[in-house]
């Protein structure tokens, strides 16, 4: 770690005091760079040079305000999967591009294991506004070939820390 940079083959280098900011910042990313400082054994400076190569590296990529979508008025949560009629980069990059651009949809990712293609997680408030998000909006996505809806119940967790 001596260039202050990080690569794919130096991420073994991240010592237990980057992690431990990590893990801090991940649960708790509005604690101050003392506080930080403190819970990880380091004066202010150390620590935010570190939290700084953390950024430059790209290993933090932003912080994040969590809400309750319930009481945001969004308690419908529904995970829709999605087959594509072609598997081409323009097809696929015309969708992705498309799907990002819609609030409702909360993550995207590209799936195997199945016979769909994309995962979405979608918020809704109801299931009127799904159904126009649905009729509406996704399924006239050009390529949009098949959709598979399945309703959450209750969210078990979610975490982000690793």
């Known amino acids: 770690m001596s260039s202050g940079h990080f690569d794919s083959a130096s991420l073994a280098d991240i010592d237990e005091t980057d992690r431990q ?71 696929f990059e015309q969708f992705e591009t498309k799907v990002q651009s819609f609030d409702e ?16 997680k979608v918020r809704v408030r109801d299931m009127a506004h799904y159904e126009e998000f649905l009729l509406h909006r996704l399924n006239r996505i050009e390529g949009v070939a098949q959709v598979h809806t399945s309703f959450e119940l209750r969210e078990v967790f979610s975490r982000s820390v690793i």
């Open 21 to 91: 900011l990590l893990r801090l910042l991940q649960t708790q990313a509005r604690m101050s760079i003392t506080e930080l400082a403190e819970r990880v054994n380091l004066s202010a400076t150390p620590c935010a040079r570190r939290i700084k190569r953390l950024e430059d590296a790209g290993i933090i990529t932003g912080y994040h305000t969590k809400t309750d979508a319930q009481k945001l008025g969004y308690p419908l949560a529904v995970f829709i999967a999605i087959s594509m009629d072609r598997h081409t980069a323009e097809r």
């Open 105 to 120: 949809v909360v993550s995207c990712s590209i799936v195997t294991g199945r016979t769909e293609d994309y995962l979405i």
